[in-house]
Each structure stands twice: as structure tokens, then as C-alpha cells.
């Protein structure tokens, strides 16, 4: 009974700690949150009000490492020199990093920096799930599904990883142009 009272206890605590992270908002995985930090292109904006810089990691990762984003919305997606297709080490474009531009016949992939007012992204976060979920053109609200964005595959994220997503664009350098 002495050996089974500690254990007890042991696994409460972690229930404990395990349901206070779940209840405290979206967990972020550590080591996705680190790697994303880590091979982000570019430097991070992580001193913004009402970012969490953990979260934005983990979003640099989803958006770098398992979303390919910077393929469509950077034109080119490579610098000169450091295109991996060619056989050369991968350096990204980091001067047009997902400022959109890069054409597919008669669509143009968007501008993902915070270009809105104030240096912030011209969708709040609700819009931007519209966008990724039902494939919802806010330039055109109304108008056809985005046709070349893979909407449909990133429809099945949890909000957690959308969250994330939204908060590391949130936090990369805007590159706006008069469009």
C-alpha cells in the first residue's frame, strides 16, 4: 500500500498538469516549436502583443517543414544558387518570403505577409480558418473557391495548428507592394 499511495499521487499530479495545459489553450509541441524557430527563414517579429513566441515556432515548422507555403507563395522560392531541384543547398528567397507572386495559369498565389493596417495580416483569425477550411476567397468573399490552394487537405487541421500557422505569419516582416 506505502508503494501504490506515491505512484497514485504521482499520476494525479500529471492528470493535473496534463489537464491544466489542455484548458490553458492549445499545447504546443516543444521540439516542432524549437525546430520551427530555428529554420524560419527570417527573422521573427516574437515581441508582438498577443503572439506566443512557442506557438509561433511551432507554426514556422508547420509553414516550413510540413506545408511547403514558401513553393507557392514566394516568387521564386529560391535564391539564386539554392534551389535544392538543381541540386544545390537550399537557400530560400528570403527577399519575397511569401509575398506571394508566383503565377499558375490564370491565378497569382497571395501575399501572406502582414501587409494590413498597421503591419498586421489583413484577415483576423477567424477569416483566415474560412480560408483555409472552405477555401474562401477574401478578395472575392462571394466569388469561386480558391482553385489552386490545397484548401482541402489543410481543412482537416485542428484550430490549434491553424492558430499557430496564423500567429507565425503574423510575426514574419511584411512585404508589401502597391497592388
Avoid at 495545459?21 to 515581441?47: F, I, K, Q, Y
Avoid at 534551389?83 to 508566383?102: C, K, M, S, V
Avoid at 483576423?124 to 489552386?148: A, S, W, Y
Wanted: charged residues 15%; aromatic residues 8%.
Amino acid at each position: 500500500m506505502k508503494k501504490v499511495l506515491p505512484l497514485a499521487l504521482g499520476l494525479l499530479s500529471v492528470l493535473a498538469i496534463d489537464q491544466a495545459a489542455a484548458t490553458a489553450g492549445c499545447p504546443v509541441p516543444l521540439d516542432r516549436s524549437e525546430a520551427g524557430l530555428a529554420m524560419a527563414p527570417v527573422t521573427l517579429n516574437l515581441g508582438m502583443k498577443g503572439i506566443n513566441p512557442r506557438r509561433v515556432g511551432y507554426g514556422s515548422y508547420l509553414v516550413n517543414a510540413v506545408g511547403g507555403c514558401n513553393d507557392c507563395h514566394t516568387n521564386p522560392p529560391y535564391a539564386s544558387g539554392g534551389d535544392p531541384f538543381q541540386g544545390q543547398p537550399e537557400q530560400i528567397n528570403t527577399a519575397g518570403y511569401l509575398a506571394g507572386g508566383t503565377t499558375f495559369g490564370p491565378f497569382v498565389s497571395r501575399n501572406l505577409t502582414p501587409c494590413g493596417k498597421n503591419g498586421h495580416p489583413e484577415w483576423t483569425f477567424e477569416q483566415f480558418k474560412d480560408i483555409m477550411r472552405n477555401g474562401t476567397d477574401m478578395h472575392d468573399p462571394t466569388g469561386p473557391k480558391l482553385q489552386v490552394m490545397p484548401w482541402p487537405v489543410y481543412s482537416k487541421m485542428a484550430d490549434c495548428d491553424l492558430l499557430a500557422i496564423y500567429q507565425y505569419l503574423k510575426a514574419i516582416p511584411p512585404i508589401c507592394s502597391a497592388e
